[in-house]
């Protein structure tokens, strides 16, 4: 069974910083893409972050992102990381994780098939 389930969300100060984790069971993340997207109240859910299958490794960030946020896997953990720095209040939103059964990179959210509970993450001082 596909399972996904994030961590490490919570309530930050701008400029700060927080580790968001997507633990997956049921399979082998590091065959499939993984993916990180956001809701914000009111707004659609957007692509943030991807990561490739460990055998291309590419990633791909939203422009919003790009600079600030660094995704990451451990193959040993089944476990995909997304690094946030320099946080701003509009990174507030709910993110979620998700699996691509094509192993390529994408931003598309149309392309994930299974998908994790979500974690809210709160910018504010």
């Known amino acids: 069974q596909v399972q996904l389930v994030e961590s490490g969300g919570g309530l930050v100060q701008p400029g700060g910083s927080l580790r968001l984790s997507c633990a997956a069971s049921g399979f082998r993340s590091d065959y499939y893409a993984i993916g990180w997207f956001r809701q914000a109240p009111g707004k659609e859910r957007e692509g943030v972050s991807s990561?490739?299958?460990?055998?291309?490794?590419?990633?791909a960030y939203a422009d919003s992102v790009k600079g600030r946020f660094t995704i990451s896997r451990d193959s040993a953990k089944n476990t995909v990381y997304l690094q946030m720095n320099s946080l701003k209040p509009e990174d507030t939103a709910v993110y979620y994780c998700?699996?691509?059964?094509?192993?390529?990179?994408?931003?598309?959210?149309?392309?994930?098939?299974?998908w994790g509970q979500g974690t809210q993450v709160t910018v504010s001082s």
């Open positions: 998700a699996m691509d059964v094509f192993p390529r990179a994408t931003l598309t959210i149309d392309e994930y098939d299974y």
């Open positions: 990561i490739s299958s460990s055998r291309d490794g590419s990633t």
